[in-house]
């Protein structure tokens, strides 16, 4: 759940930099950052896709097998809730388009959005912790998926980091730039990222160690 935390935390960031072209010239340091967040970020992606999947499909089995249809359910969330806040996102854009500015949602429906992004993520997440709670697989799956977190983990956490370096810097150089001229955001943004990093951090760290002592059992 942190982990799908700091990954809309940066997702928002994304959108309000650099899909804007937000991108101050005579300083590097900016685009560097932009660089080193988007390879972090795929690096962590695909690290839960590779490592996630293995133990999804393990349990998605034995749910099917012992026909547990509540586990059924927990375990397809990650399909379930992507696709209606797809939906959701592609009803509002429609309905609140304004063209006027340069046919976006405008501020207000874009921070719905983000709530509700942010609202479906505990949702995405908490789903197959609960059917893993409820299974308890074992086997190398469980080890691979662990130490897939692990890298997740770190990959976004050092994604957070080069949004904060960015968000600092556009601050410091873009003052002129919309919204970079108010220092409430940052003081929410970069908070939420550290305590985000910290938090999946510690419990990757916890999975890895917990995943060794029964392996050495």
Not at 83 to 107: D, F, I, K, Q, W
Not at 121 to 134: I, S, T
Request: charge should be positive; include cysteine; hydrophobic fraction near 55%.
């Amino acid at each position: 759940m942190a982990w799908t935390g700091l990954t809309g935390l940066t997702l928002v960031f994304a959108q309000l930099t650099q899909a804007q072209g937000y991108r101050p010239p005579g300083h590097p340091m900016i685009g560097w950052s932009y660089w080193v967040f988007d390879g972090a970020v795929l690096v962590s992606v695909l690290a839960v896709a590779a490592g996630g999947l293995p133990l999804w499909l393990l349990m998605m089995r034995r749910a099917r097998r012992e026909r547990r249809p509540r586990d059924l359910a927990y375990l397809l969330t990650p399909v379930v809730v992507p696709a209606a806040y797809l939906a959701a996102v592609v009803v509002t854009v429609r309905l609140a388009r304004h063209a006027a500015v340069n046919s976006g949602v405008g501020p207000w429906w874009f921070l719905v959005l983000i709530v509700l992004g942010l609202a479906a993520g505990p949702a995405f997440a908490a789903g197959p912790g609960l059917a893993l709670c409820r299974l308890r697989p074992r086997g190398p799956a469980v080890g691979l998926a662990v130490k897939a977190a692990g890298l997740a983990a770190a990959a976004m956490g050092l994604a957070g980091a080069a949004s904060m370096v960015a968000a600092v810097g556009l601050y410091r150089w873009a003052p002129l730039y919309a919204g970079y001229h108010e220092g409430w955001p940052l003081g929410i943004y970069l908070p939420a990222v550290l305590l985000a990093i910290v938090v999946a951090t510690v419990s990757a760290a916890r999975g890895i160690r917990a995943t060794r002592s029964t392996t050495a059992a």
